[in-house]
């Protein structure tokens, strides 16, 4: 291909138009059907074409256009093109042919059953980094790597590849402290409150966390409630220096670049792979500059990890491949058959974690117990220090106000802190008869909390009154909706009461 | 999810816009990040969304709008999705949250190693025909069953679930023959040959054939200069009924709608998988109506099939699921080690047939001795005679006019039989040197092809005048170019004397 670009760049040159079409990842750009490149090369929908423009190479995906949204002298982007072309308006991209993707071999010798290398993972995780693989090629790379198809010695070489692609963090102290949630409880916000303790006692911890995907609220939308979190690594780098650590968003870091781009099409698709949840988890504390790294490992029927036996054996590689990249791992399985705090969305979760964080006679419990149980992991693996000493130690720094004091500073160091914005509108669901909640839905309640608009509206979801195990009397509050409107106050509603209840309370007690 | 539609149905509706986007066979609508159903019910940038109007259903993947393209009550519409919703202007559609994609449970479990059975693989392939897979689904079920990870059982299994999805032509008539060509050589245009061949001699074979996808013609490309062949399956039916044999072309009939889909995601990926071709080969054959079917194997170093072996387990594999689904399979494996026939482009392909039908003086010999063998084949499974009879026979069905005149008869009963044009632009490309010619570059000559114009322009392509082992002297013509525009034969021009010879001449001979 390469011995005929000379003659293609003198040629295939269309003058750029911003169609403000979000494409996601995938970089798409439309054409006219019949514009002279398209007609010349043979270009055609789906074409996968390499869009150049000053030192800036891009491969994007082909739509045709047959309307007159665009002229055959123009070529409309897509955001995330305009974005890595780093065009401007009148800019004139060249067109060519792209070089065949040279790594798909390696997947296509997985599929067959072989085994990859460090090189042969490097050569695919280097191109799935520089955007080279669409959509079909990385699902059938995860899909060749799914289930226990990596064995450990390629889930490492996975682990250090996605490493070598991105950027890592070296910060001038011997001791970096991490932590990572294995598949989330609702409402599980523990990590604003374990990088308050661990930073009151001294310790490093650059925590960066993830924004919700599919759930009303992630770390990162919680804690934006209470700080700014799109901090970049120079900004992220002079926090944790000043306040010894920080809580922001993975997204704006972008520690691991391969792994934001597989995590997407993973997603969907929904297999489970323990290589690749090693390899992902691994590759960001290793990126962040981390050390020593808990995981908290729930294990339940509706959490992640849903047998003791998983959670072991992860326990046993995520040591091991550790070892390798230089990380000290410790996990800590937890009991993962319930939910934790009482707030779903945003700026309700950020309520538990202040509640906890200053002593509050109303804060959620298990929240605080939860927290304390990581924080003292931390400790453990900091120094020499008996688990009754760590966990006691965790428990005076929030007793005390001194985790509450390093978090009010640590969100002065991002940027300021913020008090979590109110719902204008709130409706209270009170219980139609008395009793015990014997059980909640927690998949539906999660929905009426994002018809309510959470996360994009930060004050909207719902709170809690009663967990299950409490008694409630009739007419008492369950749980209240907020919603940041009331058009989307009355959507929930409307879905809520066409539903069966969704916090159950036995029948005639 | 379902119980709550009644609600979204009365809420989310949006007026159609078609966009007149073509984003190939992917449904794709257009929203704005403003309007109110994006932000109610979450949608964001590659959410499923389920939209319906009056009774049609389309599971479509959102593109989020930044720009003033669409109004907040407007959804855009690609092509696909335009027309598979069958919209009309100003038409109000119905949008929600798709229900989960059960049969996707199938697909893992065979990534995790399970077999599939045939309610598993229906459950698969009825999802993937009704467009509910996404390209990354997809993806991952071409993965999970490829090399050789579905057994004879569960390729059995694919072939029957393909054929169960689709139509299956019946015929008045006891025995139906078919030819398929697995993986073809360039120029290889025996099908219109074989057809009228076999049909002279009274047998019946409606042939559909496809089109060209990355090379410079298709069989229905190179046909379509002769005759129409977007016949649908009413019109095929009738010329068939009234002539004995068609040459359509498959895309308009759409036999195997399950593999038309997994063909557009396999290609891309050029995962080589046993069982689906031969589930993709077999649920055509079986769904067009044939009972008798000869499968063209070319094996050689540039063809698909590149061992003996490989082509001796195919055979057994194909032999044994025909059997269970009514389809008497014969492999004919033949030389793949040379191009056949000297056009390349659908018009010069056409000229070949011709020129072999009408017993033309310089008719290429290798097209006719391939159509002629794989005719005898077909003789030889539908009646009892020898191999040399069934040759001879097929020889003297193109000797004596007989399948000329059947041809035509074809072509007119299509629609008219036409005259294949004529580019009007050529170029002759002329030995440098006097000697032997040693080797062509089928690659790059295809390419030229393509720059010419071809297959979108008809006439274009080129023609070899000096196949492998002829002899040249100094200025002889090799091929001619041809193209329908100035333009197309310039840049074929620019791109071929930018290059190193693709017909390369023995030095000093």
Same mark, same amino acid.
């Given at each position: 291909?390469?011995?005929?670009?000379?003659h293609?760049?003198?040629?295939n040159?269309?003058?750029v138009r911003r169609?403000g079409?979000?494409t996601?990842?995938e970089?798409?750009?439309?054409? =006219?059907?019949?514009c002279?490149?398209?007609?010349?090369?043979?270009?055609e929908?789906h074409s996968r074409i390499l869009?150049s423009?000053?030192g800036h190479?891009v491969?994007?995906t082909?739509?045709?256009?047959?309307?007159n949204?665009?002229g055959t002298?123009?070529?409309?982007?897509?955001?995330i093109?305009?974005?890595?072309l780093?065009?401007?308006?009148d800019?004139?991209v060249?067109?060519s042919?792209?070089?065949p993707?040279e790594s798909?071999?390696?997947?296509?010798?997985?599929?067959y059953?072989?085994?990859l290398?460090?090189?042969?993972?490097?050569?695919?995780?280097?191109?799935?980094a520089? =955007?080279?693989?669409t959509?079909i090629d !990385?699902?059938?790379f995860?899909?060749a790597c799914?289930?226990?198809r990596?064995?450990?010695?390629?889930t490492g070489?996975?682990t250090?590849?996605m490493?070598?692609?991105?950027?890592? !963090?070296?910060w001038?102290?011997?001791?970096?402290?991490?932590?990572h949630?294995?598949g989330?409880?609702?409402g599980?916000?523990?990590t604003?409150i374990?990088?308050a303790i661990?930073?009151a006692?001294?310790l490093?911890?650059?925590?960066t966390?993830s924004?919700?995907i599919?759930?009303?609220a992630g770390?990162?939308?919680?804690m934006?409630?209470?700080a700014p979190?799109?901090?970049?690594?120079?900004?992220?780098?002079?926090?944790?220096?000043?306040?010894g650590?920080?809580?922001v968003w993975?997204?704006?870091v972008?520690?691991?670049p391969a792994?934001d781009?597989?995590?997407?099409?993973?997603?969907?698709?929904?297999?489970?792979?323990e290589?690749q949840m090693?390899?992902?988890?691994?590759?960001?504390?290793a990126?962040a500059?981390?050390t020593?790294?808990?995981?908290?490992m729930?294990v339940?029927?509706t959490?992640?990890?849903?047998?003791?036996?998983?959670?072991t054996?992860?326990?046993?590689?995520?040591?091991?491949i550790?070892?390798?990249v230089?990380l000290?791992?410790?996990?800590?399985?937890?009991d993962g058959s319930?939910?934790?705090?009482?707030?779903?969305g945003p700026?309700?979760e950020a309520r538990?974690?202040?509640a906890v964080?200053?002593?509050?006679?109303d804060? %959620?419990?298990?929240?605080?117990?939860r927290?304390?149980?990581l924080a003292?992991r931390i400790?453990?693996?900091?120094?020499s220090i008996?688990p009754?000493a760590?966990i006691?130690k965790a428990?005076?720094l929030?007793?005390?106000?001194q985790?509450?004091?390093?978090?009010?500073?640590i969100?002065?160091a991002q940027g300021?802190m913020?008090?979590?914005p109110?719902?204008a509108?709130?409706h209270?669901?009170?219980?139609?008869?008395?009793?015990?909640?014997?059980?909640?839905?927690?998949?539906r309640?999660?929905?009426?909390?994002k018809?309510?608009?959470? %996360?994009?509206?930060?004050a909207a979801g719902?709170y !809690?009154?009663s967990?299950?195990?409490t008694?409630?009397?009739r007419?008492? %509050?369950?749980?209240?909706?907020h919603?940041e409107?009331?058009?989307?106050?009355?959507?929930?509603?409307?879905?809520?009461?066409g539903?069966p209840?969704?916090?159950a309370?036995?029948?005639?007690?």
């Amino acid at each position: 291909m390469s011995n005929h670009q000379p003659h293609d760049r003198a040629i295939n040159v269309l003058q750029v138009r911003r169609l403000g079409i979000d494409t996601y990842f995938e970089p798409v750009v439309f054409m =006219r059907s019949d514009c002279a490149i398209c007609r010349s090369e043979g270009f055609e929908s789906h074409s996968r074409i390499l869009v150049s423009l000053r030192g800036h190479h891009v491969l994007a995906t082909l739509n045709i256009v047959t309307s007159n949204l665009l002229g055959t002298h123009e070529i409309g982007l897509s955001e995330i093109a305009w974005k890595l072309l780093a065009a401007e308006a009148d800019d004139v991209v060249t067109l060519s042919h792209p070089e065949p993707l040279e790594s798909m071999r390696h997947v296509r010798a997985k599929v067959y059953g072989q085994r990859l290398d460090d090189a042969a993972m490097h050569a695919i995780i280097k191109d799935i980094a520089a =955007r080279k693989y669409t959509d079909i090629d !990385l699902s059938a790379f995860i899909t060749a790597c799914a289930g226990d198809r990596l064995n450990i010695a390629e889930t490492g070489a996975l682990t250090r590849a996605m490493i070598a692609v991105g950027e890592r !963090l070296s910060w001038d102290r011997p001791l970096i402290v991490d932590k990572h949630s294995v598949g989330g409880l609702p409402g599980n916000r523990t990590t604003p409150i374990v990088v308050a303790i661990v930073a009151a006692a001294g310790l490093t911890m650059p925590k960066t966390s993830s924004r919700a995907i599919t759930s009303p609220a992630g770390t990162a939308d919680a804690m934006e409630t209470l700080a700014p979190v799109a901090l970049d690594v120079k900004a992220m780098r002079r926090v944790v220096e000043q306040v010894g650590g920080c809580i922001v968003w993975g997204g704006a870091v972008q520690l691991s670049p391969a792994d934001d781009i597989l995590i997407r099409v993973e997603r969907p698709l929904d297999l489970d792979s323990e290589g690749q949840m090693i390899a992902s988890i691994l590759s960001k504390k290793a990126a962040a500059g981390a050390t020593h790294v808990v995981i908290d490992m729930p294990v339940g029927p509706t959490a992640k990890i849903r047998k003791l036996e998983t959670a072991t054996s992860l326990e046993t590689a995520m040591v091991k491949i550790g070892q390798t990249v230089g990380l000290n791992i410790s996990v800590l399985v937890a009991d993962g058959s319930q939910p934790v705090g009482r707030g779903i969305g945003p700026a309700l979760e950020a309520r538990d974690v202040l509640a906890v964080l200053r002593n509050d006679a109303d804060a %959620p419990q298990d929240l605080r117990n939860r927290a304390v149980a990581l924080a003292g992991r931390i400790f453990e693996m900091a120094g020499s220090i008996t688990p009754e000493a760590a966990i006691a130690k965790a428990q005076v720094l929030i007793d005390d106000g001194q985790a509450w004091r390093k978090f009010q500073a640590i969100c002065e160091a991002q940027g300021g802190m913020r008090v979590p914005p109110q719902a204008a509108h709130t409706h209270v669901v009170a219980a139609p008869a008395a009793g015990p909640v014997i059980s909640i839905d927690n998949r539906r309640l999660a929905r009426v909390a994002k018809l309510a608009g959470a %996360p994009q509206s930060p004050a909207a979801g719902l709170y !809690l009154h009663s967990p299950v195990g409490t008694r409630v009397e009739r007419g008492q %509050p369950l749980f209240t909706l907020h919603a940041e409107t009331p058009g989307e106050l009355a959507y929930a509603l409307a879905y809520l009461y066409g539903q069966p209840p969704v916090v159950a309370i036995a029948n005639g007690q």
